[in-house]
């Protein structure tokens, strides 16, 4: 349960992180060509959307929740400062490792997103030990939790692929001897594939696991015999004929009760506390103050 929270937790400052970037990048746009044609980032027919229309309907729809975790984030950086708090680089990579298995997006494999995701993993842990600094926990509720928990902590090995789906053998044949006449497979998937969610990223599905019923047992057992960046011969599917593309893979890893009794202490203590994780309970501490005016700690 905590593995997903943290999850929608980190999509929710990614995609913070996204409008803050569009606006400010497009604000900084409009104060650099105030009144020319470029203005206009939209048309309709005739008429036009003005950037600071577009602008303006940002902030009204999203500016005080882009604000607010603003805030949170500085408001952890200094509370992690003010009480000499650190998270490792272990933790931050078996944080993303796990999400890695089971977020479904071509976003991930892009170096800059991989850095943006990693640095929201370690503030919200930071969140975290700073919420629990004070919760004693013995080592052998530590110990009970991970024996009576041992699969929370395990990675499991997880396959990114991609996939082109067409209706019949002899279509599959020849998309495969295009792609080893240098077709590009990205491309193909567009233009080819009838699974229409999967097309429209190129035929990028993520990355699947085992136990992954959205696919079938075929398309993992196929990934296995394949290196990264081979395809596959076609694969009986459902909607017809697969040839699936390797783009990487995470080898599965179990973890002792060492390695992970940090986490398993957080946990715990955050159970025992019975609040939210928010890094509102420290806004009065760190003497913040706003554009929309008095917050109350537990908004």
Request: net charge neutral; hydrophobic share 35%.
């Amino acid at each position: 349960m905590r593995r997903k929270q943290l999850w929608f937790l980190i999509a929710a400052l990614i995609m913070v992180n996204c409008l803050t970037i569009a606006f400010f990048l497009a604000k900084g746009n409009t104060a650099n060509g105030a009144g020319l044609k470029k203005d206009v980032v939209a048309t309709v027919g005739k008429k036009g959307i003005l950037r600071q229309d577009w602008l303006n309907e940002l902030e009204a729809r999203y500016g005080k929740d882009v604000l607010k975790d603003m805030i949170d984030q500085k408001v952890i950086k200094e509370m992690a400062k003010k009480y000499k708090i650190t998270v490792s680089n272990q933790d931050v990579e078996r944080e993303f490792r796990m999400i890695q298995t089971t977020y479904r997006s071509s976003n991930e494999k892009k170096q800059e997103d991989e850095k943006r995701w990693k640095e929201q993993i370690r503030n919200s842990l930071l969140l975290e030990e700073i919420l629990t600094k004070d919760v004693a926990v013995s080592d052998q509720e530590r110990k009970n939790y991970f024996n009576q928990n041992k699969d929370l902590f395990d990675i499991p090995s997880a396959f990114h692929l991609s996939q082109i789906i067409v209706k019949t053998e002899a279509e599959a044949e020849k998309s495969l001897k295009e792609l080893s006449q240098g077709s590009s497979f990205s491309t193909m998937a567009m233009e080819r594939s009838i699974d229409e969610f999967s097309a429209n990223d190129g035929g990028d599905i993520g990355y699947i696991t085992e136990d992954d019923d959205r696919y079938p047992l075929e398309y993992v057992l196929t990934a296995k015999t394949l290196k990264a960046g081979e395809w596959s011969k076609p694969v009986k599917v459902e909607q017809g004929y697969a040839i699936i593309k390797l783009e990487g893979k995470i080898k599965g890893e179990s973890y002792s009760y060492q390695e992970v009794k940090e986490e398993i202490r957080r946990q715990i203590a955050l159970e025992q506390m019975k609040v939210p994780a928010s890094a509102r309970t420290f806004w009065d501490e760190a003497k913040v103050s706003w554009f929309y005016g008095k917050e109350k700690s537990n908004d």
